[in-house]
């Protein structure tokens, strides 16, 4: 089965695999514990990411985010979130 980007986001984030490491108002940055690997993510303000993962080196400085940037975007959001 292959899970599109934004439900493998949510996966990410219920299985509590995003570690917020800043925020700040230009940009936030998170570590994601991919299938993969570790990877590195920046969701800037803009709307924009970066990413080391394959997606990410074809398509960061763009919108288009990747499963990575998606999750810590949703991790973002719940956290803001009152309980
Ligand atoms: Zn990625």
Redesign the pocket.
């Given at each position: 089965m292959t899970e599109t980007r934004p439900e493998k986001a949510q996966r990410l984030v219920d299985e509590e695999q995003v570690e917020i490491v800043e925020t700040d108002s230009f940009a936030t940055s998170a570590f994601?514990q991919?299938d993969n690997g570790l990877?590195a993510?920046l969701l800037f303000a803009s709307g924009r990411f970066n990413?080391?993962?394959k997606?990410?080196t074809i398509h960061w400085n763009t919108d288009d985010l990747?499963?990575?940037?998606l999750a810590v975007k949703l991790a973002m959001e719940r956290k803001d979130k009152p309980c």
């Amino acid at each position: 089965m292959t899970e599109t980007r934004p439900e493998k986001a949510q996966r990410l984030v219920d299985e509590e695999q995003v570690e917020i490491v800043e925020t700040d108002s230009f940009a936030t940055s998170a570590f994601v514990q991919g299938d993969n690997g570790l990877y590195a993510v920046l969701l800037f303000a803009s709307g924009r990411f970066n990413c080391i993962c394959k997606w990410g080196t074809i398509h960061w400085n763009t919108d288009d985010l990747c499963a990575h940037a998606l999750a810590v975007k949703l991790a973002m959001e719940r956290k803001d979130k009152p309980c």
